[in-house]
Nanobody, 116 residues
Framework: QVQLVESGGGLVQPGGSLRLSCAAS????????MGWYRQAPGKQRELVAR???????LYTDSVKGRFTISRDNAKNTVYLQMNSLKPEDTAVYYC??????????WGQGTQVTVSS
């Protein structure tokens, strides 16, 4: 069964932190590069961070130094620790293997809202 379940989003003030989790089915997770993506209102979905099966990580410039992606291969789970959050980080966050397209299977995502 193909499954992606994201959780951990919420409303946070600027400068705050959140930790997102994503439980994936083995068919998506095993051996694949996994990524966190986000889609803000009126914008296209963008890749925020990705992690290789061996642990190498890459980030988009706007989140470098603030976000940390990690994975637990025993649990088929990917995490995104988000610190020093900014209003421009407001979006629905999704996880999926990398690369993925709009035609891939996507979970429901988790809403992150950064506002005072």
């Amino acid at each position: 069964q193909v499954q992606l379940v994201e959780s951990g989003g919420g409303l946070v003030q600027p400068g705050g932190s959140l930790r997102l989790s994503c439980a994936a089915s083995g068919s998506i997770y095993s051996g694949n590069v996994m990524g966190w993506y986000r889609q803000a209102p009126g914008k296209q979905r963008e890749l925020v961070a990705r992690i290789f099966s061996g642990g190498v990580t890459l980030y988009t410039d706007s989140v470098k130094g603030r976000f940390t992606i990690s994975r637990d291969n025993a649990k088929n789970t990917v995490y995104l620790q988000m610190n020093s959050l900014k209003p421009e980080d407001t979006a629905v966050y999704y996880c999926n293997k990398f690369p993925s397209s709009d035609y891939s299977y996507w979970g429901q995502g988790t809403q992150v809202t950064v506002s005072s």
